[in-house]
């Protein structure tokens, strides 16, 4: 919270800190399923941590570590996969595509222009349709980059990374607006039929230890429990029907 209302390195810092063994322990997990070392990996995680210190709101109400999972996770993977080719290029068409670079300056200085792809085709003595598949292989042979910037902002840039939706943010977004609702529903209950329903589920009271703590018998918070669930479910839909487009 306090770096939120004043963001300062020296608390990005101490928030680093304080939650490196969460890196760690992902960095060791990912690295049994790699051949990249582990050290690697870890330097890699705390850009991640980084990220999401900067992107967390202690307002949403979910536990930081649950929030940072997913960007240190994912800032490994991102660098798993741009070290990797996502399209295999057999053997051949590689070694074509090479022969093909080799020609394309052959024939640019015997030409004195850039030559067209039939006559690079031609040299190389394939036809025309194999040595576009092979341009095409070797051109979408390495993802795109997350990082890669989408739209320029006045002040700022977007990447591709964050137009892509976390799943797991989205859940726990979800989450935390039924919980709002629940709460304020449950706020709109007279106070014991409140204390009833809070005793019982939120607190995990049998129906006679929340009938002592409220001054009733054990029936009436029975009844006290079904009409305030009722008088929640209305208040629900009502809400529902007035936010729905």
Known sequence: M???????VALRNKLVRLNAGLVRKIAHRVSHQCAEPYEDLEQI????????????????????????????????????????SSVKVPRRWQDLQKEGQKARVALAKDLGRQPVDTEIAEKLGICIQEWREIKMAVKNRLPLSLDATVSQQIDSSITLGETLPDAHYQTLQRLEEDRQQLLHALGQLEE??????????????????????????????????????????????????????
């Open 2 to 8: 306090a770096y939120q209302q004043n963001p300062s």
């Open 45 to 84: 995680g705390y850009l991640g941590l980084i990220r999401a210190i900067e992107r967390f709101n202690p307002a949403q109400g979910c536990a930081f570590s649950s929030f940072a999972v997913p960007y240190i996770r994912g800032e490994m993977l991102h660098f798993l996969r741009d070290r990797s």
């Open 192 to 245: 014991k039929t409140r204390a009833a329903i809070e005793f019982v589920f939120f607190n995990d009271l049998s129906r006679k230890e929340a009938a002592e703590r409220i001054g009733v018998s054990p029936m009436t918070v029975t009844r006290r429990i079904q009409r305030g669930l009722e008088q929640m479910v209305t208040f629900l839909q009502l809400q529902t029907l007035q936010t729905d487009p």
